[in-house]
């Protein structure tokens, strides 16, 4: 099992930059790939950015230049760096795991979320 526990989102200022931490916790040598994601009042869950076991990262076009996501092998942990912070950007910002099973197929396991607030 997978637990994500998120923090550092808060109140930031619009053009302002914030960084969360996503820590993992659990059996985590079956973990594919780590992302963030993001959801806001009447819109559906959007990638924010993922980071495969690899290294390799994925950004929307719209996300690329502003945010990056990295990670610390060592503290079981992974990070979104935001930049540039636009009010559009507000949303509970999520965690995620993508866990590979012993049959090969994959689930993804979710952190609570935490809310980034942008003021204007």
């Known amino acids: 099992q997978v637990q994500l526990v998120e923090s550092g989102g808060g109140l930031v200022q619009a053009g302002g930059s914030l960084t969360l931490s996503c820590a993992a916790s659990?059996?985590?040598?079956?973990?594919?790939?780590m992302g963030w994601y993001r959801q806001v009042p009447g819109e559906q869950r959007e990638l924010v950015a993922r980071i495969s076991k690899s290294g390799d990262t994925n950004y929307p076009d719209s996300m690329k230049g502003r945010f990056t996501i990295s990670r610390d092998l060592a503290k079981n942990t992974v990070y979104l760096q935001m930049n540039s912070l636009k009010p559009e950007d507000t949303a509970d910002y999520y965690c995620?795991?993508?866990?590979?099973?012993?049959?090969?197929?994959?689930?993804?396991?979710w952190g609570q979320g935490t809310l980034v607030a942008v003021s204007s």
């Open positions: 995620n795991a993508e866990k590979r099973a012993a049959t090969g197929e994959y689930l993804e396991i």
């Open positions: 659990g059996v985590l040598f079956s973990i594919a790939a």
